[in-house]
C-alpha cells in the first residue's frame, strides 16, 4: 500500500477516513471518475455528474460550465426574452425536449432534477444533428444550444453572432478547466485497503495526522496519554 492510502489512517479512525478513500477510488470508475474539476453547489454535483454522462459528446465538466453559463445554477433564473429555469429552456424547447428526470410524473422546467438531465439529452441530440457540419463538433453542439441547430447548419459552424462566439468560448474555456493539482488518486485496490484498515480502528482513539507508509502511529498531536485538550491547553 503506498502512503497516500496510509497516511489517512491514525491510532484510530473516523468516518471521514473511509469517505476520503471513496473519493480518491472515483478516479477509477468510468462514470464517478469523469473529470468533474469545477467548482458546482454540492446540491448539484451529483446531477450533474451522472447526467454528464448521457452521451460520448457530454461530458460533467461540458454540462456544469454550460449551466454555469447560462444561470449560475440558479434554478429560478428567467431572462428578459423568456428562458426559464437552471438550464435556461425557452417554453416551446423545454416542451419538445424537456424530460422528467426524477421520476416523479412531472416534467418541470424549474425543477433541477428535470431541467439538468433534460439540457444533457438535449446536447446529446443537439450533437447529433450537427454531427455532418465542419468544424470543431464541441463548439458547433454549444453554439447550437444557443443559437439553435438550424443557424449552426445555415453558417456550416457556430454562427457569426457575437453573443453565441462568447458563449462557445466562455463555456469552452470553463469546461477545460483543470483539476486542481495535489497529490496522486489513489487506486480502488488502495482505497479498499484504506477502507478495511479504517474499519478495523473504529472506536479505537484517533490521533490528528497519525498513520504513515509503515501503518498506524500516535501523530502529531496527543501521545496516547495524554488528551487533545491537554496537548493544547497552553492555547
Given at each position: 500500500?503506498?502512503?497516500?492510502?496510509?497516511?489517512?489512517?491514525?491510532?484510530?479512525?473516523?468516518?471521514?477516513?473511509?469517505?476520503?478513500?471513496?473519493?480518491?477510488?472515483?478516479?477509477?470508475?468510468?462514470?464517478?471518475?469523469?473529470?468533474?474539476?469545477?467548482?458546482?453547489?454540492?446540491?448539484y454535483?451529483?446531477?450533474?455528474?451522472?447526467?454528464?454522462?448521457?452521451?460520448?459528446?457530454?461530458?460533467p465538466?461540458?454540462?456544469?460550465?454550460?449551466?454555469?453559463?447560462?444561470s449560475?445554477?440558479?434554478?429560478?433564473?428567467?431572462?428578459p426574452?423568456?428562458?426559464?429555469?437552471?438550464?435556461?429552456?425557452?417554453?416551446?424547447?423545454?416542451?419538445?425536449?424537456?424530460?422528467?428526470?426524477?421520476?416523479?410524473?412531472?416534467?418541470?422546467?424549474?425543477?433541477?432534477?428535470?431541467?439538468?438531465?433534460?439540457?444533457?439529452?438535449?446536447?446529446?441530440?443537439?450533437?447529433?444533428?450537427?454531427?455532418?457540419?465542419?468544424?470543431?463538433?464541441?463548439?458547433?453542439?454549444?453554439?447550437?444550444?444557443?443559437?439553435?441547430?438550424?443557424?449552426?447548419?445555415?453558417?456550416?459552424?457556430?454562427?457569426?453572432?457575437?453573443?453565441?462566439?462568447?458563449?462557445?468560448?466562455?463555456?469552452?474555456?470553463?469546461?477545460?478547466?483543470?483539476?486542481?493539482?495535489?497529490?496522486?488518486?489513489?487506486?480502488?485496490?488502495q482505497?479498499?485497503?484504506?477502507?478495511?484498515?479504517?474499519?478495523?480502528?473504529?472506536?479505537?482513539?484517533?490521533?490528528?495526522?497519525?498513520?504513515?507508509?509503515?501503518?498506524?502511529?500516535?501523530?502529531?498531536?496527543?501521545?496516547?496519554?495524554?488528551?487533545?485538550?491537554q496537548?493544547?491547553?497552553?492555547?
Amino acid at each position: 500500500m503506498r502512503a497516500s492510502a496510509a497516511v489517512t489512517i491514525g491510532v484510530g479512525a473516523t468516518a471521514a477516513v473511509v469517505v476520503a478513500a471513496l473519493v480518491q477510488a472515483a478516479g477509477d470508475d468510468p462514470v464517478m471518475g469523469a473529470a468533474l474539476s469545477l467548482s458546482i453547489p454540492s446540491q448539484y454535483r451529483s446531477l450533474v455528474q451522472d447526467a454528464g454522462n448521457t452521451c460520448p459528446e457530454v461530458t460533467p465538466n461540458l454540462l456544469g460550465a454550460l449551466l454555469t453559463q447560462e444561470s449560475g445554477f440558479n434554478p429560478k433564473a428567467h431572462s428578459p426574452v423568456g428562458a426559464e429555469g437552471v438550464a435556461q429552456f425557452m417554453p416551446s424547447t423545454w416542451e419538445t425536449h424537456g424530460i422528467d428526470g426524477n421520476g416523479d410524473g412531472k416534467r418541470d422546467v424549474w425543477d433541477p432534477e428535470d431541467a439538468i438531465p433534460s439540457a444533457a439529452k438535449y446536447l446529446c441530440d443537439i450533437a447529433k444533428d450537427v454531427k455532418d457540419v465542419p468544424g470543431n463538433a464541441q463548439n458547433n453542439m454549444l453554439a447550437a444550444y444557443n443559437a439553435g441547430s438550424g443557424a449552426v447548419k445555415k453558417y456550416g459552424g457556430v454562427p457569426p453572432y457575437k453573443e453565441t462566439q462568447n458563449y462557445v468560448s466562455s463555456i469552452s474555456a470553463l469546461a477545460n478547466t483543470p483539476a486542481p493539482s495535489g497529490g496522486k488518486k489513489a487506486t480502488a485496490t488502495q482505497a479498499a485497503t484504506a477502507i478495511q484498515i479504517a474499519a478495523q480502528m473504529i472506536g479505537k482513539p484517533y490521533s490528528w495526522g497519525g498513520g504513515n507508509a509503515h501503518g498506524p502511529s500516535t501523530g502529531v498531536c496527543c501521545s496516547p496519554q495524554r488528551s487533545f485538550r491537554q496537548e493544547h491547553q497552553r492555547f
